[in-house]
């Protein structure tokens, strides 16, 4: 794991790189946002960052929900069929994977009030 002054004098000694702390200070915001960095405070240390694996964050963070268009409830779904794909597509080297999936209609209480019946 590295600090951004590490990560800076890493960049700068490539010949052209152009680049300078606060582009990476910047970099490391944008990465962290979408969840792609692990970070690490160890004392009055500078915050450390490492670059989290694809399988542990979708482990940590994946989850799809159904969600009814009458009464916004949202209803967890357990699993998911794509992370199969996405598995098969880092074997093969892909990296930095991501997809987005909402399934909507109607949950089954609201599938029943008088609401719905008139709507077909
Ligand atoms: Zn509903
Ligand atoms: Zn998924």
């Not at 010949?15 to 702390?21: E, G, N, S, T």
């Not at 970099?27 to 399988?55: C, H, N, P, W």
């Not at 009814?68 to 699993?79: F, R």
């Amino acid at each position: 794991m590295l600090t951004p002054e590490e990560i800076f004098s890493k960049i700068s000694k490539s010949k052209d790189a152009d680049c300078d702390l606060v582009s990476v200070y910047r970099a490391l915001a944008v990465y962290d946002e979408i969840g792609m960095l692990k970070k690490s405070k160890f004392q009055s240390e500078a915050t450390r960052y490492a670059f989290a694996e694809t399988s542990e964050h979708a482990n940590e963070f994946h989850e799809h929900y159904f969600k009814c268009i009458q009464c916004d409830e949202l209803q967890p779904l357990q699993g998911c069929i794509i992370e199969a794909i996405e598995k098969k597509l880092e074997r093969s080297g892909y990296r930095g994977l991501q997809h987005h999936l909402e399934i909507t209609g109607y949950c089954p209480s609201c599938a029943q009030s008088p609401e719905f019946e008139s709507l077909f």
